[in-house]
């Protein structure tokens, strides 16, 4: 008889409580229940609305039905402040709010504690713009966005292991909180909880077990890559495009620094050695600003459009916020006034080509590692076109799918922890490819153009 789990996967837009289902070399996965994930702005502030998160959480749990266990995975940094009464001390602050603005500047080199790359949003860097406010002073714990939910749901406090280590806060090599780096900060040790590792039984809702998963979505992400062997580079594209290899140790050297690389924590004690690329965010934002015009159609024409035309650095701290983005990308590519939307989009997908490009190069020569093939997972597994201009742009074969890796790797990990499934990563991507469909995409084409377009582009 099948066995059924259920996965809470939040994104930076939406939600959703996927169900799966484990038979006899089976996975069968079925999203009962869809919620939006819509930020609010108030008194000059953006908050992610964790109570409407919360409600959509409950609600697909019920559509879920008897499951065996619960995982919830979501974003990284962001966090919430619980009081000692264990109340939630208000909404928390969402990663693209401007308060930590200049902080990074003012904050010395952590990378050889952390491995981390330096992006404004951190976890470390939130806590010190919040060091001074009321809430700082009378908080108890600091718990990320799916300890908070797991949290509520059983009344157990803990910091999953691969979403700690994307704080700043937690030491690379040991695992666990950076005691003297807190204290060299002027941070609260006492704020953080114990170190959790995914696959731990965290407690229980309504008698369900709740087990810690690959909390930071792009953890569970790579747990679900169809990967076979370790010479392969991944990229999770979606809001972000997580774009870096597998390891078993960090790599911390003064080049990996200066190319802003990340050592983040992977399930089974791996290191996720990458780099955040902007991802589909600006056509997203596009979309948004457009009215939601038909995407398939909008690509079509995109793809008709002449190639590397116009790029542009989309890691370009300028395309961060919210808001006028086509504005943005007509000013920084220097498009004609009678560009149309399948000329920026174009310039879009052409661009986080090449920023795909020269993360993949970069990630292989700064890890020793030889790459020969990419893996691309996630929402952007999708999109044809960007996909087959990875290829093209990457001069390597492009493997996309599954879409649905991050819930596929949360579910995995709890149908391990109930002995359902066995074995290491190997194992568990053995049945990813058994069972999930796969596209392949062949590179084609003379590398010069690229070259030439990431050189206009400044990479």
């Known amino acids: 008889m099948s066995k059924a789990f259920a996965a809470v996967d939040l994104g930076a837009s939406s939600g959703r409580v996927v169900v799966g289902r484990f038979g006899d070399g089976t996975v069968e996965l079925d999203v009962v229940h869809r919620f939006a994930n819509e930020p609010v702005r108030a008194g000059g502030t953006l908050h992610w609305d964790i109570l409407s998160l919360h409600r959509g959480m409950l609600d697909g749990l019920r559509a879920a039905g008897p499951v065996t266990s619960i995982g919830i995975d979501s974003w990284a940094v962001d966090y919430g402040l619980i009081d000692a009464s264990g109340a939630l001390l208000g909404n928390p602050v969402h990663y693209r709010d401007s308060r930590t603005d200049g902080i990074a500047a003012h904050v010395g080199d952590l990378y050889p504690v952390n491995g981390l790359q330096t992006l404004p949003f951190n976890t470390v860097y939130q806590l010190l713009a919040a060091r001074d406010t009321p809430q700082y002073e009378v908080a108890r714990r600091v718990l990320l966005i799916p300890d908070l939910l797991a949290y509520w749901l059983t009344g157990e406090i803990g910091a999953e292991y691969t979403n700690a280590s994307t704080t700043g806060l937690l030491d690379v090599r040991t695992k666990d909180w950076s005691l003297p780096l807190l204290a060299e900060l002027g941070l609260r040790a006492d704020l953080l909880p114990p170190v959790r590792q995914p696959g731990e039984v965290i407690g229980r809702h309504q008698g369900t077990p709740v087990v810690a998963v690959g909390s930071h979505d792009t953890a569970s992400a790579i747990v679900g890559v169809p990967a076979s062997g370790g010479d392969f580079a991944y990229i999770s594209c979606g809001t972000w495009s997580l774009v870096g290899l597998e390891l078993d140790e960090p790599v911390l050297s003064a080049e990996s620094r200066q190319a802003n690389f990340t050592n983040e924590g992977g399930v089974d004690g791996t290191i996720r050695y990458l780099r955040n690329v902007m991802g589909l965010w600006p056509l997203q934002e596009c979309l948004r600003e457009w009215g939601s015009p038909d995407l398939p159609s909008l690509l079509h024409a995109a793809a008709s459009e002449p190639g590397l035309a116009h790029v542009v650095d989309l890691d370009d701290p300028i395309f961060l916020p919210p808001g006028d983005m086509e504005g943005r990308l007509r000013k920084v590519a220097g498009l004609p006034a009678d560009a149309g939307r399948a000329v920026i989009t174009r310039c879009i997908l052409d661009s986080l080509a090449l920023a795909h490009r020269r993360a993949v190069r ?90 030439a377009a990431a050189a206009r582009a400044g990479r």
């Open 362 to 451: 970069q990630a292989q020569e700064l890890a020793g590692r030889e790459v020969r093939v990419i893996h691309l997972v996630g929402g952007g597994a999708l999109n044809e076109l960007l996909c087959r201009l990875t290829a093209d742009a990457c001069g390597l074969p492009v493997l996309a799918g599954p879409v649905e890796a991050t819930a596929l790797g949360n579910l995995l990990v709890q149908a391990r922890a109930a002995g359902v499934v066995d074995g290491g990563l190997d194992a568990l991507r053995s049945l990813v490819r058994e069972t999930q469909r796969i596209v392949r995409y062949e590179p084609c084409g003379d590398d010069g153009p690229w070259r």
